[in-house]
């Protein structure tokens, strides 16, 4: 069984939903993207690690920030793969989840990304301008070196493009809260994302569904009901708060995780 | 790769929406599939259908005010001794630029879709002042995305979209330049694609909005190919076509009619911004060899660092500012119909100096880049060819730049 799997089958005998963290590699240095990622991993189920890119068509103001932050550090994408692979030799079964946009993978060649990203261990992937079904092949390709490929369904996909892309997708699928970059302000009521949400799941009860955009400290616990939670903006705000007032974000933004968890606990 | 005869170049994509099997497509986030391909059904019904096709036309006549003038530019024609030179004079269309008929069809389409707002964004600032005014006149409310480099070097144009009540949403991420207004007005749609119609300003951008532009920017060759038969009674043996290349929405809509013509007898000549001289930071990625990558929805030769971040331009013309190009302009380049050159920020400003010296007319600093490719090459050509440079903006909003490159504006 994939970690990915493992992960939401441990939270499901624990009866909560799985917290999955979203964090930039690189921000706001290679070193405390590192320690903060191991630090978060004590109450985050899943991490995902971002790798910036500089047009990125899908991201609100704050995940913006802290990917200019990573790139302005000089963060490249072997970097990104060193910070998984050195985060994976201390938390060996913490799955991760590699997120960013197509043209970085395009550039270093398909199968030479896929292959890098199953060498360090990452357990998944998500690229958020690579949509079903242009990404059949991509996915076949991960899934054939054991990375799940994840895909992402929103309140604009049409009930028949649902059914396909839950038959085709791997450990988990990523439903998006409403219509909206990352880190919007939740414009939807809870109790509706969760009515939209049992539609899916109930296309097929054997796949992990989380929820992800908009979801803070303030929300996470109208939600808890999903397989997951993923909470990105949020922290990405707190490593720019912390930077502001001259304060480590490694303690701030594990604060933070600690607090989400506790509300979904 | 291969141009087909017959077929406009904007329908020679594949099903998933390639020219050339890899430039264009749609790299999209899962939130914008469904608004796309609702878009796409419309507009490829509105297309064929001829009341909708009246109305186009109706506007395109009444509002834009068709046909722009095809004129002769005699005394540089006389000046540089070689290739007879004309102009179309583009420039006359409503509101100063080819970047009304895009806006126009948007608008006509948006409200067919039902749909209250429109966005759009802008580099030069006349897709957003055309946006603006065609908004304006067809009852939509209009918000502008404009980098903030933009908006402090195109102030008249800033000044026109917010007279016609539009929104200018300053963007103040990465250069603060056209990309990264794309980008905002992008992620804007993203979130606000119920009630809202998005326009791209040039034939870049997810395959439908390629073809929506370059459908509507076609008109520009059809009056053309019209002015050249009663000009010369046929089509001249050797004709030159030149014309700047930002996004490359002008240059299609110049050229669409003539593709399928021999490359001997009608050459298509696109000039790109080679930005200051010996500056790295130009935005010519066809004339530099730039590699294949995906920018704004579509794959297309885009200027870039070899982990696939987008570079930083510059060019002193604002339109032209842009580090991709539109996929059917790779195609053309790819299939050796269209030759790609550039032109230095230098280079267009004595263009300008010239051009506006010795005729009665005055282009902006984008065409004046075709306009220093036709002033490099006619002296070396025949009196019998025959150029024609596509004057597809005014030089109105660069007053402020041209007094300070020059020191005084016509």
């Known amino acids: 069984m994939s970690l990915i799997n493992l992960a939401f089958k441990k939270v499901k005998t624990e009866k909560r939903p799985a917290l999955l963290t979203y964090t930039v590699a690189g921000d706001n240095s290679k070193k405390k993207s590192l320690e903060i990622l191991k630090s978060i991993a004590k109450y985050a189920d899943i991490c995902e690690i971002g790798f910036p890119h500089n047009t990125p068509i899908a991201d609100g103001g704050q995940i913006q920030s802290s990917a200019y932050r990573a790139l302005k550090n000089g963060i490249k994408i072997k970097d990104v793969f060193s910070i998984v692979k050195n985060f994976k030799k201390s938390k060996q079964s913490k799955p991760v989840i590699l997120m960013g946009y197509y043209n970085m993978i395009y550039q270093y060649g398909d199968n030479n990304f896929i292959n890098i990203c199953k060498k360090v261990g990452v357990d998944g992937l998500i690229v958020v301008d690579l949509p079903y079904p242009e990404n059949k092949e991509f996915a076949k390709k991960c899934k054939k070196k054991g990375i799940s490929f994840i895909q992402l369904v929103s309140p604009t996909t049409s009930p028949s493009r649902m059914k396909k892309i839950i038959k085709d997708s791997h450990d988990m699928v990523y439903y998006i809260s409403m219509l909206s970059t990352t880190g919007g302000k939740l414009k939807v009521s809870p109790k509706k994302i969760l009515e939209r949400y049992s539609k899916i799941k109930n296309l097929n009860k054997n796949k992990n569904i989380v929820i992800g955009f908009g979801i803070t400290e303030k929300t996470i616990a109208s939600l808890r009901k999903a397989d997951g939670l993923v909470v990105g903006s949020a922290l990405c705000k707190e490593i720019s708060n912390s930077i502001k007032k001259r304060q480590n974000p490694v303690t701030n933004v594990t604060n933070i995780v600690l607090k989400l968890r506790k509300k979904i606990a | ?410």
Not at chain 2, 265 to 270: A, K, P, R
Request: charged residues 25%; glycine residues 10%.
């Open chain 2, 1 to 410: 790769m291969k141009l087909k005869k017959k077929i406009p170049l904007i329908d020679q994509h594949n099903k998933s929406g390639f020219w050339g099997g890899k430039f264009g497509g749609n790299f999209i986030p899962e939130t914008l599939k469904k608004p796309i391909e609702d878009l796409t059904e419309l507009f490829e019904k509105l297309r064929y259908d001829k009341k909708f096709l009246k109305e186009r036309d109706y506007y395109f006549k009444n509002y834009i005010g068709s046909p722009t003038s095809f004129i002769k530019l005699k005394n540089l024609s006389n000046k540089l001794d070689g290739a007879q030179i004309y102009a179309k004079m583009v420039s006359e269309a409503n509101g100063g630029a080819h970047k009304i008929y895009n806006a126009t069809v948007h608008c006509l389409i948006a409200k067919k879709a039902g749909k209250k707002y429109v966005v759009g964004d802008t580099g030069a600032g006349y897709a957003g002042k055309m946006l603006s005014m065609a908004a304006k006149k067809f009852g939509l409310k209009c918000k502008i995305f404009m980098g903030a480099k933009d908006i402090k070097r195109q102030k008249p144009n800033v000044d026109a979209m917010k007279k016609n009540g539009a929104e200018v949403v300053p963007v103040y991420s990465g250069s603060q330049t056209l990309v990264d207004a794309v980008s905002e007005c992008m992620r804007y749609w993203v979130s606000n694609c119920d009630n809202t119609h998005m326009c791209v300003g040039s034939t870049v951008g997810p395959n439908i909005f390629v073809k929506i532009c370059g459908w509507s920017t076609a008109q520009i060759s059809r009056e053309l190919k019209i002015q050249i038969q009663k000009e010369f009674k046929n089509i001249p043996k050797k004709i030159k076509l030149i014309n700047c290349v930002g996004g490359g929405s002008s240059a299609y809509g110049f050229w669409s009619e003539f593709i399928d013509y021999d490359k001997k007898q009608i050459e298509l000549i696109g000039v790109e911004a080679g930005g200051p001289k010996n500056s790295r930071l130009h935005a010519a990625p066809l004339t530099t060899g730039a590699k294949l990558g995906i920018l704004h929805g579509a794959a297309a030769y885009v200027c870039q660092n070899s982990e696939g971040q987008i570079n930083d331009t510059a060019s002193i013309s604002a339109g032209l500012d842009y580090p991709g190009v539109s996929p059917i302009h790779c195609f053309l380049k790819d299939t050796k119909r269209a030759r790609y050159t550039s032109a230095t920020d230098e280079g267009a400003l004595s263009a300008y100096k010239l051009v506006t010296k010795l005729e009665k007319i005055n282009p902006s600093l984008e065409p004046c880049h075709a306009f220093a490719e036709a002033i490099k090459i006619a002296p070396k050509l025949s009196k019998e060819t025959i150029i024609i440079v596509n004057s597809c903006g005014d030089a109105k909003k660069d007053r402020d730049i041209l007094k300070e490159r020059l020191g005084k504006i016509n």
